[in-house]
């Protein structure tokens, strides 16, 4: 069968056609690639208008994709053909047993749209249902009215991911919870070859982002909802998707609400500078489990409980791409942004968002990493964006209450059409931060903000109040508001910015000097002198992995973190003197080293941590690098913050024994040293200073030296604001969010 434009569906998860025969072939294209139903195990080939035989990727028993000649189907018959070039005329032919070959069939590209009358025919109600998608995948839609069809329209905002609708009311500490009780009409929409969904799954895969642009179009297009335009939500997994959707421009897309970032999740996430993050991966395959038939339980609900289109959907699970085992062995990042599509790096993504945009990162949040805000430059051409950055984790952030306020009055403005009027949700703020934080009375005292606009202001000029928000919002010390109980979800503080990284910082040099000291001189030894470099024993079991016990949770007010000092063998740290005026640092930092190391390479890991005046030591941010992965991509480096390609190209081996250069960026932060802190910063192998990251360390263990020589000057350069203090009292400790602190000492031997 050839490409189809987006047929009706029903909204009852009924049985829209007959499955094929076992002696069909039965052919659909897609973007880039052709799904087929056969009989078991036959042997298909793919052919082009001329009749020449052409290549495709096709997953073997591990779900890797394999380029091939030909492949056979699995046991269920089926087939999926990736990599297949856009264009007319393939014909896919059973090479084993009957003769039989498909109608000829259309391969799309990215840059084509169905005309708006291909979503207008689909009618989607309230409940379980399906939305059919231009190569006819069924997705598995959960809709949640809060009245009749016939009391609309109603505002609506959408969340488009792996478990988006399963069944039942969604939690109140959700963003389609908190959408729900406000009024909204929310929708949770499956990824392909997700929970209910058609198709077969491979993660950020481009043809999702087009799946979601159907999506859009298609619930526009219902009566029920308001203004014919949807906003996007989510959190975490949910927000990754919105931008590659986001970035086709559906004109049905109003404006777009994630929570939750990264720039790229190779070079970010799952191999931070070039070091393997187990606990990424783990993620990673989690997500790949469930989403193969029988992976959720509520799936095999739905089949039993008789929805054959559910059922009829699992058929293609088996052509589910594990990119988690090609990722395993990909030791360096695909030759070009576009490798595995641009979904891989959401920071390409992003530059083709129009929409107004309201986005929440955290800096210290493990899903996402540290790099969430290195993606808010790609933000620069949306005329209406409004980001807010904070320490913390990205699921905690509607659990700040000024954060929950901005982005329902964010949605009030660009989705319902409506001047916000809070008090609903201010009743509603204990239920949402008990969810998530996962505590019975959380935020007993924390105050909800009053109401920001009165309700005889016009929406136009009530609007236009809302659009003179700074574009970049930083929150500082979340956890350590005054006169809050520690830990409580409020911020110290926020300080407005035009811009991220802000221009105005200036970027301050630390030299890493004699007796563990930071300071502002460049070093005087000379470069084979005594004493011109410290030695450490790099050892990656030296401490645990991890400075969170594995039963914790990272979301209640105060983790029981245990974050243990490094061993004075295996690492080096330096502090500066007692800072004589307050110094606010926002951006990432960077650590410029002479290393040697006895061994061809070596794992790095610098800290950045305060030292209080109270004796206490506070966790501010890390960064990490493998030292052969040290190429820097110049075009976007700069001076606070290095950016290694990790392609193998620029991959270098050091020079056992010999001193080499090398950059490390500390993730971004924003943090407030108050008068009579210092800085401190320490080096050694991966581990010890995050809840939940575990890295696959380089073997073994290994000697290296730091210089801080004359010729070989290792600093650590900062990103101060110049002029700013911290407004409030030194916070308790503990108490700021994702910030463990611990009695301040030397490294213990």
């Not at 073997?60 to 053909?81: F, H």
């Not at 009957?98 to 009358?117: F, H, K, L, M, N």
């Not at 090398?662 to 971004?668: D, M, T």
Request: proline share 9%; with cysteine; hydrophobic share 40%.
């Amino acid at each position: 069968m050839a490409a189809v434009a987006v047929p009706g569906c029903t909204s009852d998860g009924g049985d829209r056609t007959a499955p094929a025969g076992p002696a069909t072939l039965d052919a659909h294209g897609s973007l880039e690639q052709i799904s087929v139903r056969a009989e078991p195990r036959a042997e298909l080939a793919l052919f082009d208008r001329n009749g020449n035989q052409v290549a495709f990727d096709a997953v073997d028993g591990d779900g890797r994709p394999q380029r091939r000649e030909a492949a056979r189907a699995d046991a269920k018959g089926s087939l999926v053909m990736r990599g297949v070039d856009p264009g007319k005329g393939y014909v896919v032919t059973r090479l084993d047993g009957d003769a039989v070959q498909s109608e000829p069939i259309t391969v799309t590209g990215g840059d084509e749209r169905p005309d708006a009358d291909a979503y207008e025919d689909q009618r989607i109600g309230d409940g379980f249902g399906y939305v059919t998608t231009r190569d006819g995948t069924e997705l598995a839609v959960k809709v949640t009215l809060p009245g009749p069809v016939d009391e609309g329209p109603y505002p609506t905002v959408v969340e488009y991911s792996a478990d988006a609708a399963r069944p039942g009311k969604a939690s109140i500490g959700t963003p389609l919870g908190i959408a729900a009780a406000l009024g909204y009409a929310t929708v949770g929409v499956n990824l392909r070859g997700t929970g209910c969904s058609g198709g077969a799954f491979s993660q950020w895969e481009e043809v999702q982002s087009l799946d979601g642009y159907d999506v859009v179009q298609v619930l526009a297009a219902q009566r029920w909802v308001a203004h014919g335009r949807v906003g996007l939500v989510g959190v975490g997994d949910a927000a990754d998707a919105i931008y590659g959707v986001a970035a086709l421009r559906p004109t049905g897309l109003a404006a777009i609400a994630p929570i939750g970032a990264f720039d790229d999740a190779y070079r970010s996430v799952l191999r931070p500078s070039g070091i393997p993050n187990e606990t990424a991966m783990d993620r990673l395959r989690a997500t790949e489990d469930a989403a193969a038939p029988g992976g959720t339980a509520w799936v095999q609900d739905r089949i039993d409980g008789g929805d054959r289109t559910c059922a009829r959907n699992q058929a293609l699970r088996g052509q589910n791409v594990r990119l988690s085992s090609e990722l395993a062995d990909l030791e360096f990042h695909p030759d070009g942004e576009d490798a595995y599509g641009a979904s891989f790096a959401p920071a390409v993504l992003a530059q083709g968002i129009a929409v107004p945009t309201f986005l929440v990162a955290s800096w210290q949040d493990e899903r996402a990493g540290g790099h969430a805000a290195t993606l808010v430059p790609s933000l620069d051409q949306v005329e209406r964006a409004f980001v807010t950055l904070m320490n913390g984790n990205e699921r905690q952030a509607l659990a700040v209450p000024t954060v929950l306020q901005r982005w329902y009055e964010f949605l009030e403005f660009y989705v319902a059409q409506e001047v916000p009027e809070t008090s609903t949700l201010s009743g509603l703020y204990p239920g949402i931060a008990a969810e998530i934080l996962r505590e019975e009375q959380p935020v007993a005292g924390a105050p909800f903000p009053a109401q920001r606009y009165p309700v005889t202001l016009t929406y136009e000029n009530a609007l236009d109040q809302f659009q003179q928000d700074p574009r970049v919002r930083v929150l500082f010390g979340i956890g350590g508001a005054p006169g809050i109980d520690p830990g409580l979800p409020v911020e110290g503080w926020d300080e407005p910015f035009g811009l991220f990284p802000p221009p105005e910082v200036a970027p301050t040099t630390w030299y890493l000097s004699p007796d563990a000291t930071l300071q502002t001189d460049a070093p005087t030894v000379a470069d084979d002198a005594s004493g011109s470099s410290d030695e450490y024993r790099s050892d990656p079991e030296a401490r645990p992995a991890t400075n969170l016990p594995e039963d914790a949770s990272v979301d209640v007010r105060l983790p029981p973190y245990d974050w243990e000092q490094a061993p004075s063998e295996s690492s080096v740290s330096y502090t500066s003197p007692l800072l004589l005026v307050p110094v606010v640092m926002v951006g990432s930092a960077s650590a410029d080293l002479w290393i040697r190391s006895s061994d061809d390479d070596a794992d790095l890991q610098v800290t950045l941590s305060e030292v209080r005046p109270d004796g206490q030591e506070v966790l501010i941010q890390s960064g990490w690098l493998r030292a052969s992965q040290r190429g820097l991509d110049q075009r976007r480096s700069t001076v606070l913050q290095p950016h290694p390609t990790q392609l193998e190209a620029d991959a270098e081996p050091l020079v056992p024994d010999e001193f080499t250069p090398v950059r490390v960026e500390v993730a971004p932060f924003a943090h407030a040293f108050r008068l009579g802190s210092r800085i401190r910063v320490t080096i050694s192998a991966p581990g010890g200073d995050t809840p939940r990251w575990r890295f696959d360390s380089l073997p073994g263990e290994r000697d290296v030296a730091v210089a801080r020589s004359v010729g070989r000057p290792s600093a650590l350069v900062v990103p101060v604001v110049p002029g700013a203090g911290a407004p409030t009292p030194l916070p308790s400790c503990p108490g700021l969010r994702s910030q463990p602190c611990r009695p301040f000492g030397p490294p213990v031997s």
